[in-house]
């Protein structure tokens, strides 16, 4: 059976308008991706599994979908490849509507999780059975193969079948099967899943670096945000089918648009609580948290009377008995140069921040042992601040100017 990188490997418009004919294409063309309040609603279901997508892709940019699973991300791509109906909306490849147009007439190609790869053929002839199908000429097809080998370092295993190869190895050939057909748009379906930790880093730089050198459109499907923030131009972030923020990583991770974004981009990931707002601030036991007055106003209107804040790991630091929130150690993870230190809030009255679990990033010369009693402190100007209910960003800035203060309960 073929997959769907196989399937519509002929499918470009012949240069000479007549069907059937293959002409080879000069270098590998570029195309925008449009999604336009693309909907799919699976039969049965009653709430959409992706519902209204907007999104923009440019020329040659790397795109990232992440979010947990079952957020539509992955159902994302397959109505990009044809293989899943949009319900609603419409999809453009370039200023051509593919909405309703089969898999092998939109010039896409796909790499899959498991590879894919046709266990009785070499390497050589899985990267060349695409064109090979679509009648490409025998040099043609030979140069292709031969520059798509040396870009992925495959050369040395091109007469080898896919039971001799490692893990790493074989996704480089799925991946040489898929630039071989020099398509507008790659597509690829977390394709790193089946590696090892270390093989992952490794091979998701080399993914990296080709798309730069190639500089094809490509949308990459991930539930790993690390993945996603080291890899991607841009990312969007999906939930439950709709899109929660798009941005470059360090936009997501810097000014995340609400509470989900928060919890999601990062790791370990940002300390989020809930405080009571007292006297025009946060107050977490006896002390502080400072709230711009624009967010006081936001949240005033909306008649709460909590704010939720946020501090990454690195945002919170170790100072003395007097100045911050005491927690106790539970694990310290030692990464060498610096560690990750979990710890449980133990603030007397403070019964609903009690017990709730912190981390914090220490250096290798401030690492506490287990069961010891710290204290925290964060920088407020690396506070984050959202609506307790909506989850919505509250403006942050301007949080600094005011100083914590300890008040005697």
Known sequence: MATVSD????????????????????????ASVTFDRATRIYPGNTLPSVDKFDLEIADGEFLVLVGPSGCGKSTSL???????????GRILIGDKDVTNLAAKDRDIAMVFQNYALYPHMTVRDNMAFALKIAGAPKDEIAKRVAEAAKILDLEPYLERKPKALSGGQRQRVAMGRAIVRKPQVFLMDEPLSNLDAKLRVQTRTQIARLQRQL??????????????????DRICVLKDGIKQQVGTPSELYEKPANVFVAGFIGSPAMNIFDVPIVEGEGR????????????LDELDRQGRKEVTVGYRPEALEVVGADDGWPVEVVVVEDLGADAYVYAELKIPGATDAGGKEVVVRVGRDAKPKRGEIINLRGKHENLHLFDPETGLRLPSRGASDRRERTRDE
Do not use: F, W
């Open 7 to 30: 399937a519509h490997q002929g499918s470009r418009t012949p240069h000479n308008g007549s069907s059937g004919t293959y002409l080879p294409v000069k270098g590998i063309p570029m």
């Open 284 to 295: 977490l036991g006896p002390r502080g948290i400072p709230v711009p007055k624009a967010a």
């Open 78 to 88: 397959r109505m990009l490849a044809g293989l899943e109906e949009c319900n609603e």
């Open 215 to 232: 500089g094809v459109t490509t949308v990459y499907v991930t539930h790993d945000q690390v993945e996603a923030l080291t890899m991607g």
